[in-house]
């Protein structure tokens, strides 16, 4: 029999479009011969809507039927809103593609969990701690990994009288150029590059307006890697590819709107040093206890050569543009070989967790 697929995506966050994108890309990979697949949006009120297979080529007002997740946990069904009378969708497993806020901190994950419905990719704290930044940060470098290094600031931290004291902190302990971000969100929203302390204020404000906790991070002069890692307890790591952005950094527009920047997959790099970023790919990967998939993100400083891992994405981008698919497909497998994987992963581990003791025995 096929199995049924539950293709989530949309959300709640700046990288709605983007979770689109990701979605239109698996829909046309996975095999149909094997699955069944339902497509679901959320809106961006959070509304759950079951789309026809031509969803994405359809207009924004056409949303289909709002669906809502079955209360009973083990019952992976979608029931109709409005109209009860409608058969229900039974489902066997979730592909959650919705990027960003609300989609891969945690939170989607745990309802996931609080449902007992297969889903792929990581849990709730690895997708919790891999969102944010300063977190994520804080586990690798205690379990060895190089970080570049930052500084971490609370929204009332830079409120007008402690403003000058946080700009001092980064002058003396970063320097200059710096990178300020949002600890929690993805597709580079929100991130500036500062070379200076008067445009500070203006990085900080915008980083702001996506969470309230943000970090600055030295900024290198550096080449930007990346690797793609697959697997449960024993992954693997793609080969390496590089990303040559014509912007400044590697930014929304840069990774998403402009067609100029190069990626470089394999990227020129000697046998000894990929695999040397193979490894610790895989080393940050069960480091932040993660799941099914990460793209982890690197660094290499063009003065000193020296290697850092800038973060890890529990959901990375799907998207034509994304390097996550292309990595493995240059390491010989296929995007439909690499769906069939990951869903194969989500349902493994869900059976081994369904087995869990739930009721207290005692010996008497």
Same mark, same amino acid.
């Given at each position: ?134 977190? &994520?940060?804080?586990? $690798?470098?205690? +379990? #060895?990994?190089?970080? =570049?290094?930052? !500084?971490?600031? @609370? ?128 080393? &940050?990967?069960?480091? $932040?206890?993660? +799941? #099914?998939?990460?793209? =982890?993100?690197? !660094?290499?400083? @063009? ?62």
């Amino acid at each position: 029999m096929k199995l049924r697929i539950g293709l989530l995506y949309g959300g709640r966050s700046v990288e709605h479009e983007v979770s689109i994108s990701s979605a239109r890309s698996i829909f046309q990979a996975l095999d149909r011969d094997r699955y069944d697949i339902s497509l679901v949006e959320v809106d961006y009120s959070g509304h759950w809507y079951l789309r026809e297979p031509d969803a994405f080529s359809a207009k924004e007002s056409e949303k289909g039927m709002e669906v809502s997740l079955a209360p009973v946990p083990g019952l992976a069904t979608l029931l109709p809103v409005a109209d009860p009378s409608q058969p229900a969708i039974a489902l066997d497993v979730i592909f959650p593609i919705i990027h960003g806020r609300n989609g891969e901190d945690g939170t989607l994950q745990g309802l996931l969990e609080l449902k007992e419905i297969p889903y792929v990719g990581s849990g709730v704290l690895s997708s919790a701690a891999q969102m944010d930044k300063d977190i &994520a940060k804080k586990l $690798l470098a205690q +379990a #060895g990994l190089p970080v =570049v290094p930052w !500084l971490t600031f @609370r929204q009332h931290e830079l409120k007008d009288d402690q403003r000058e004291a946080a700009e001092n902190a980064v002058g003396v302990q970063l320097g200059y150029p710096v990178f300020v971000k949002p600890a929690n969100s993805g597709s580079s929203v929100g991130i500036s590059k500062v070379k200076d302390r008067e445009s500070l204020a203006a990085a900080l404000g915008e980083a702001l307006r996506h969470d309230d906790k943000l970090i600055v991070e030295r900024g290198l002069d550096a080449r930007e890697i990346e690797v793609a890692v697959l697997g449960d307890d024993v992954p693997e790591a793609s080969v390496p590819g590089e990303i040559k952005p014509s912007h400044e950094f590697y930014d929304y527009q840069a990774k998403y709107l402009d067609s100029s920047t190069d990626l470089l997959i394999p990227a020129p790099l000697s046998d000894e040093r990929s695999a040397s970023l193979r490894e610790m790919a895989t080393k &940050a990967f069960r480091a $932040l206890d993660a +799941a #099914g998939m990460a793209r =982890v993100d690197f !660094l290499i400083d @063009r003065v000193s050569d020296e290697i850092y891992i800038n973060e890890l994405n529990s959901l990375p981008g799907f998207t034509d543009a994304s390097m996550y698919a292309q990595l493995w497909q240059a390491t010989g497998l296929s995007m439909p070989e690499l769906l069939d994987r990951l869903i194969d992963l989500a349902l493994k581990r869900n059976q081994r967790r369904g087995g869990f003791q739930r009721r207290f025995a005692s010996d008497g």
